[in-house]
């Protein structure tokens, strides 16, 4: 249990290979560098990309670009390790990380990262991260950057207009009701919480989505709403 709590620091993972170059509005170019890890033998097997900012004059990037680098060493080290523990059913380990960029019209560069994990002990585990960076001012942007304070009470009012009408969907409480964990309810009375998605921008979407084990303790369905532009734009901020 202690490895798979370690697995969870995780943020993401990095080594050089290819560019994918996007220049911001204040002429700085943004220079995304996709760092590939990849090993494979009887016992393990890992497959790992991640992007790595390049010139870029912020402190919140380097943080960014270290921290992706350490998690990628310590997936590597989790998934790759002689332990008896993790091996009892002598299945190959694995471990893969993914990133996208998503193309948008909110002149934000969101990237995000898709993980799957799997200690060789009949479990596995599967969740989805995101960064979100202001080409404007090349901040690396949280909720609170991008819309203003009544935003997260209409986002939560919109989400669950739109569940409202699932009524004979029957889902778990675990997370978003402590006083109903584990107790069957409709889907339409599940409390989401915007600010505790993962949160990019595709096309003229907002994207919030929510890991479902939280919800349903299915480790690799995603349950994902999309706000068009049009519905959110009085709540955007014009300078992030």
Do not use: H, W
């Not at 299915?218 to 709540?235: A, C, H, L, Q, S």
């Amino acid at each position: 249990m202690g490895l798979i709590k370690k697995i969870f620091l995780i943020v993401n993972i990095c080594i050089l290979i290819s560019c994918n170059n996007k220049k911001s509005n204040n002429g700085q170019q943004i220079n995304i560098r996709k760092v590939e890890y990849q090993s494979s033998n009887d016992d393990y097997k890992y497959n790992i990309s991640i992007p790595q900012f390049e010139n870029i004059a912020s402190a919140d990037i380097s943080n960014l670009n270290v921290a992706l680098q350490e998690n990628a060493r310590i997936v590597i080290d989790n998934v790759s390790m002689d332990d008896d523990d993790i091996d009892e059913t002598n299945l190959q380990r694995d471990a893969m990380i993914s990133y996208d960029i998503k193309d948008n019209s909110f002149d934000i560069l969101s990237i995000v990262l898709d993980t799957y994990i799997y200690q060789g002990d009949g479990n596995a585990i599967g969740y989805i991260e995101s960064y979100n960076l202001s080409k404007k001012s090349l901040k690396l942007l949280e909720f609170r950057d991008i819309f203003v304070n009544k935003a997260e009470e209409y986002i939560e009012k919109y989400i669950k207009k739109a569940t409202s009408q699932y009524t004979d969907m029957k889902v778990v409480s675990k997370v978003f009701q402590d006083d109903k964990r584990g107790v069957e309810i409709p889907f339409s009375e599940v409390d989401f919480k915007v600010k505790t998605a993962v949160l990019y921008f595709e096309d003229n979407d907002v994207v919030f989505v929510y890991p479902s084990y939280e919800i349903v303790g299915d480790p690799f369905k995603m349950i994902v709403f999309r706000v068009n532009k049009g519905e959110i734009t009085e709540y955007i901020k014009k300078e992030m």
